[in-house]
């Protein structure tokens, strides 16, 4: 049944979302899928070339999940729907058109179960108020972001919320740059290696800034 497909591409989505994407790739005909079927699946397959970074040039694909859900009690699948909007949008660099579904999705967070997708949801609104300079309330999405993945033991992507943190303006940070690395120092060791190196980097670069070049060379030989 194509419900049970959906259900082991979903299982997929955070682990290997590369096997969700052949998962999903290798319906046959998805294109005679109607109603919730036909939003379910373009819901998944959105969900999983952003997984593996696949950009988006359009947005007729999301859309469908998006109209479908838009008057359903299914409240976390809309939220979900308007987050993949978003990001779609991001994608094409409308970051304009970005926040509306964004902040849509944000509206239901109260009724969202996964905290995967509450997470992912203030991430992808700091990095849109980011790119339209709008630095406060960046950091301020970013918090939320962070407190979420620090309960949740969301490590990797704790980590990146902070390394976006620290990308922001000085003037924005304030004097809390020193507390935001050694948040990170704390958590480096506990994430992928790849994660690991861009982390130290940063820490490196950060040391440097503050004419700290002995330690600054510690972290960039820890990033190589």
Do not use: C
């Not at 049944?1 to 969700?20: C, G, K, N, Q, R």
């Not at 203030?122 to 990095?127: G, I, R, T, V």
């Amino acid at each position: 049944p194509i419900t049970s497909v959906f259900a082991e591409a979903e299982s997929l989505m955070y682990t290997h979302p590369d096997s969700a994407l052949t998962l999903l790739q290798t319906i046959p005909t998805p294109e005679q899928l109607t109603g919730q079927e036909q939003a379910d699946y373009a819901l998944l397959l959105t969900q999983a070339k952003s997984r593996n970074q696949i950009y988006a040039t359009s947005d007729s694909l999301i859309r469908i999940a998006v109209d479908y859900y838009q008057n359903s009690d299914e409240m976390e699948q809309k939220a979900k729907s308007l987050l993949y909007l978003g990001d779609v949008m991001m994608d094409m660099e409308r970051y304009a058109d970005a926040t509306l579904p964004l902040k849509q999705a944000e509206e239901l967070m109260d009724k969202i179960e996964d905290p995967r997708i509450q997470t992912l949801i203030y991430s992808k609104l700091a990095y849109v108020n980011k790119k339209v300079t709008n630095y406060n309330s960046a950091l301020s999405y970013y918090k939320k972001a962070l407190t979420i993945n620090n309960i949740n033991k969301f490590n990797d992507w704790y980590v990146s919320n902070i390394i976006n943190i620290l990308s922001l303006p000085t003037e924005t940070l304030k004097d809390s740059s020193f507390y935001y690395i050694q948040l990170l120092e704390e958590k480096v060791p506990s994430v992928q290696s790849s994660l690991q190196s861009k982390a130290y980097n940063n820490i490196g670069t950060f040391y440097e800034e503050i004419n700290n070049i002995e330690i600054a060379k510690l972290y960039f030989e820890k990033a190589f």
